[in-house]
C-alpha cells in the first residue's frame, strides 16, 4: 500500500505523550493495527472535527451523551473507496468486509456483544473518570469537550463521583458490569479473551475501554488497579495480550 493509499484515523489529542486516549478510538485503532491495515492519523482539534468529517463525507453519529446527531470521533477516510466512515462499529464492520485478507475480528457476531456490555462498561466507566478525561485534553480542546457534557448532564464532570460514597457506587457498578462479562464468556479458562477462546471485537472493545482507563486515570489508580485484580487477574491477562497493538502511528 502506498502512502497516498493509507487510510486516515481521525482522533483527537491529549496531553499524553502519543496523544491517544479516547475509548471509542483506540477500538478502531486496535482493529487496524490488529489487522496490519496501514493508516496515519490525523489529530483534529475539537473545532476542526465537522469540517473535516464533512471534506471527506463522514456523516454524523448520535452521541450517548449529547442526544443530537454530532460530527464527532472516530472517523477514517479510505482512500481507495473514497469512503468516509464514522462510529467506531460501523468502521470495524468496514474494516472487516473491506480486507477480509486480514485477520478477522468476528465483528458481525460481536455487535450485541458491544451494544449490550461494552456500552455499559463505557457508561459506568465516564462518570468515574469524566472530569480526568477533560484534564487530559489540550487545552484547545478541552473547554468544549467539558461545556457540551457538562450542559447535558447539568453539573460539573466532577460532580459526577462526588461524593465518596457515590464513587464507590460507581466502582462496585463498573465491577458489576466486569462481573457480567466474566460470566457472559465462555472461554475455557486457558485464555483471556471472551468467546471461544477467540481474538474478537468483544476483546477489543473491552480493552480499548481499559486502554482508556489506565491512561486517564493512571497504572496505580485504585480503579485501574482494582480492574487488574478481580476475576482472577482476568483483565489484567486481556491487557497483557494487547500490548503489542497498542500502537500510535508516528510515536
Request: glycine content about 4%; aromatic content about 10%.
Amino acid at each position: 500500500m502506498t502512502e497516498k493509499s493509507k487510510l486516515t484515523l481521525h482522533d483527537i489529542p491529549s496531553m499524553l505523550s502519543d496523544k491517544a486516549w479516547s475509548p471509542n478510538t483506540w477500538r478502531v485503532r486496535y482493529v487496524l493495527n490488529i489487522k496490519s491495515i496501514p493508516y496515519e492519523t490525523q489529530w483534529l482539534l475539537h473545532p476542526e472535527i465537522e469540517p473535516e468529517l464533512r471534506r471527506v463525507g463522514a456523516p454524523p453519529t448520535i452521541h450517548w451523551i449529547l442526544k443530537t446527531e454530532t460530527y464527532t470521533l472516530p472517523a477514517i477516510y479510505d482512500p481507495t473507496k473514497n469512503a468516509g466512515i464514522s462510529d467506531s462499529n460501523k468502521i470495524a464492520a468496514y474494516l472487516e468486509e473491506t480486507y477480509p485478507e486480514s485477520r478477522s475480528l468476528r465483528v458481525a457476531e460481536s455487535i450485541d456483544f458491544v451494544d449490550s456490555y461494552g456500552r455499559r462498561l463505557n457508561e459506568a466507566l465516564f462518570l468515574l473518570l469524566a472530569a480526568q478525561t477533560a484534564e487530559n485534553l489540550v487545552p484547545e480542546t478541552r473547554p468544549a469537550w467539558r461545556e457540551k457534557r457538562e450542559r447535558a448532564f447539568g453539573v460539573r464532570l466532577e460532580a459526577l463521583a462526588e461524593p465518596d460514597e457515590r464513587r464507590d457506587m460507581l466502582l462496585t457498578d463498573v465491577l458489576g458490569v466486569l462481573t457480567d462479562i466474566d460470566a457472559y464468556s465462555n472461554s475455557k479458562g486457558d485464555s483471556p479473551f471472551i468467546q471461544d477462546d477467540e481474538l474478537t471485537y468483544c476483546d477489543v472493545v473491552i480493552a480499548a475501554t481499559l486502554t482508556w482507563t489506565r491512561r486517564v486515570a493512571g497504572v496505580d489508580s485504585d480503579v485501574y488497579g482494582l480492574i487488574m485484580e478481580v476475576h482472577g487477574g482476568r483483565w489484567k491477562w486481556l491487557m497483557d495480550r494487547f500490548t503489542e497493538w497498542e500502537i500510535v502511528d508516528g510515536v
